[in-house]
T-cell receptor
Framework: ETGVTQSPTHLIKTRGQQVTLRCSSQ?????VSWYQQALGQGPQFIFQ???????GRGNFPPRFSGLQFPNYSSELNVNALELDDSALYLC????????????????FGEGSRLTVL | RKEVEQDPGPFNVPEGATVAFNCTYS??????FFWYRQDCRKEPKLLMS???SGNEDGRFTAQLNRASQYISLLIRDSKLSDSATYLC???????????FGSGTKLNVKP
């Protein structure tokens, strides 16, 4: 519906493992941001990618890393998984120019639900 | 201290009621403000932006008070379909960082 697709939708990992989550942004959008949403909480900003470079980061450790590709799709990688990493990971795409015409609207995918055992 | 604070609720109201949600933010450099709606087990979706002069969209009215760092959302004539979690969102100036509150849950009962 939003044109933002994420994969996989659900996955289960064990502590210490690594995970890669993928996101295809809405057509025409050049910016992708990632959020972690724990149960009963609001989405927490992880980082944002613009023109293939990290363009802002929240309070997440370096084991959370990402990439943005020339087609603006993106990956979120989490190394050395911990139990507290269990959450819904949301990708949001937007169109950013840096100017006042930016609406600030984020278009979210349905998320990848990660369970760490 | 959290960047954005909201009353988690739940707010349980009958159809037709008027309900108001409040939100406070901590960083005075915040630039833009929004309300998003999130249905159960779904992704957040933009409900409305919030402007300094206040703005209205049908039954929904949003207000911003920069001096008090306070944002509100008023829903009039509540419908069953308004049942959802309402997320207050603040964008940090010039950093394109969006900070979400924990959300306020609304249950509209018949």
């Amino acid at each position: 519906e939003t044109g933002v697709t994420q994969s996989p939708t659900h996955l289960i990992k064990t502590r210490g493992q690594q995970v890669t989550l993928r996101c295809s942004s809405q057509s025409g959008h050049n910016t992708v941001s990632w959020y972690q949403q724990a149960l009963g909480q609001g989405p927490q900003f992880i980082f944002q990618y613009y023109r293939e470079e990290e363009n802002g980061r929240g309070n997440f450790p370096p084991r959370f890393s990402g990439l943005q590709f020339p087609n603006y799709s993106s990956e979120l990688n989490v190394n050395a998984l911990e139990l507290d990493d269990s959450a819904l990971y949301l990708c949001a795409s937007s169109f950013t120019t840096g100017g006042p015409q930016d609406t600030g609207e984020l278009f979210f995918g349905e998320g990848s639900r990660l369970t760490v055992l | 201290r959290k960047e954005v604070e909201q009353d988690p609720g739940p707010f349980n109201v009958p159809e037709g009621a008027t309900v108001a949600f409040n939100c406070t933010y901590s960083n005075s450099a915040s630039q833009s403000f929004f309300w998003y709606r999130q249905d159960c087990r779904k992704e957040p979706k933009l409900l409305m932006s919030v402007y300094s002069s206040g703005n209205e969209d049908g039954r929904f009215t949003a207000q911003l008070n920069r001096a008090s760092q306070y944002i509100s959302l008023l829903i009039r004539d509540s419908k069953l379909s308004d049942s959802a979690t309402y997320l207050c969102v603040v964008e940090l100036y010039n950093f394109n960082k969006f900070y979400f509150g924990s959300g306020t849950k609304l249950n509209v009962k018949p």
